[in-house]
C-alpha cells in the first residue's frame, strides 16, 4: 500500500521567515494531495490540495509543489505568524474511491 | 464548506464498558466515512472504512469486533469500542467524503472524540 513519509517532524521559525515541510509518497499511481492543519485538541483543516495534473498551486501565504517524477510535494508557508503555529498533515491518495494515507506530521512553531 | 459532527466530544468509562461515538455529516450525503485514531503527537492512523449499507473495511491490526462500525444512513456513523480498556484510550476522529459536493475528493472530518477509559 501506499506510504507517505514526511519532514521534518518539527520546524521551528522565527516571525516573517518561510517553513517548508517535505513529503514522499511510494505509490506512483498516488494523483491527490491535501495538506491539513491541526490545531491542539482539534479537527484537521484542509488548508491545500493539489491534483497530480498540477505542479504548483498557491493560496495566499501558502502554496504547493508536486514533482511526480520524484515522487514528493512540499508545503510552502511564506511570510508566517505565530497563528500558523499547529501540527501540519499531508497526505496522499490513489484515486478518489481510496483512503488518505498521512504523513507522520510537522510540528511548526513560529516565534513571535 | 460540508459539516462534520461527532458526539460526544470527551467520554470517561470505566474499563470493561463499552462506548458508542456517532458521526454525522449534516449538510450532505456521507456514501463514505472513515474513522481514525490519534495518538498523542502523532498522525492519524486509519482504523476503517464504511460505505453506506455496507460493512466497513477494516485496516490492518485492528479488531472489528472490539470496535464495531455501522453506517446505517447517508448521514449518520457509529463506532462502538466495546469492553473498553485504558489502552484503547485515544482519539477518535471521523470524517467523511460524499456526493453533491463541489470538491469531491475532499474528506470534511469532523471535531473528535476523546475517549478516556479509566
Known amino acids: 500500500g501506499e506510504n507517505v513519509e514526511q519532514h521534518p517532524s518539527t520546524l521551528s521559525v522565527q516571525e516573517g521567515d518561510s517553513a517548508v515541510i517535505k513529503c514522499t509518497y511510494s505509490d506512483s499511481a498516488s494523483n491527490y494531495f491535501p495538506w491539513y492543519k491541526q490545531e491542539l485538541g482539534k479537527r484537521p483543516q484542509l488548508i491545500i490540495d493539489i491534483r497530480s495534473n498540477v505542479g504548483e498551486k498557491k493560496d495566499q501565504r501558502i502554496a504547493v509543489t508536486l514533482n511526480k517524477t520524484a515522487k514528493h510535494f512540499s508545503l510552502h508557508i511564506t511570510e508566517t505568524q505565530p497563528e500558523d503555529s499547529a501540527v501540519y498533515f499531508c497526505a496522499a491518495r490513489v484515486n478518489a474511491g481510496n483512503m488518505l494515507t498521512f504523513g507522520g506530521g510537522t510540528r511548526l512553531m513560529v516565534k513571535p | 464548506g460540508a459539516v462534520v459532527s461527532q458526539h460526544p466530544s470527551r467520554v470517561i468509562c470505566k474499563s470493561g464498558t463499552s462506548v458508542k461515538i456517532e458521526c454525522r455529516s449534516l449538510?450532505?450525503?456521507?456514501?463514505?466515512m472513515f474513522w481514525y485514531r490519534q495518538f498523542p503527537k502523532q498522525s492519524l492512523m486509519l482504523m476503517a472504512t464504511?460505505?453506506?449499507?455496507?460493512?466497513?473495511?477494516?485496516e490492518q491490526g485492528v479488531e472489528k469486533d472490539k470496535f464495531l462500525i455501522n453506517h446505517a444512513s447517508l448521514t449518520l456513523s457509529t463506532l462502538t469500542v466495546t469492553s473498553a480498556h485504558p489502552e484503547d484510550s485515544s482519539f477518535y476522529i471521523c470524517s467523511a467524503r460524499g456526493t453533491g459536493l463541489a470538491g469531491y475528493n475532499e474528506q470534511f472530518f469532523g471535531p473528535g472524540t476523546r475517549l478516556t477509559v479509566l
Open positions: 464504511s460505505n453506506e449499507g455496507s460493512k466497513a473495511t477494516y
Open positions: 449538510d450532505f450525503q456521507a456514501t463514505t
